[in-house]
């Protein structure tokens, strides 16, 4: 076997493998989350880094974050963090407000 050994194992119990493969099974499950679920069972399943990230489509270095996460986190850690950005300058109800008013 070529290359460097991976120093990010994952292992899951039962419990969290069919939490993760209920994810994959939903349709309404949101693209990202089933990719990284995916990815996580795959790894688990003794896969490489880089034919997982073939396999879900995300680049190498996602899936060792992810599975960074998910080592430290658990299932938690695979959903997305909170986002920086301004706040919104107008709220949606303040606009529907206006078009009732004929403002």
Known sequence: MQ?????????MDDHTRAT???WLRKQKTPVGLAKRARAMVLLADGASFAATARQVE???????KWA????????DGLSDKKRPGRQPVFSPCGRVG???TGL
């Open 3 to 11: 290359g460097r050994r991976a120093a990010i194992h994952i292992e």
């Open 20 to 22: 993760l493969t209920g």
């Open 58 to 64: 995300l680049r190498e270095r996602h899936v060792r």
């Open 68 to 75: 960074r996460r998910f080592a430290m986190q658990g299932i």
């Open 98 to 100: 206006r078009r009732q």
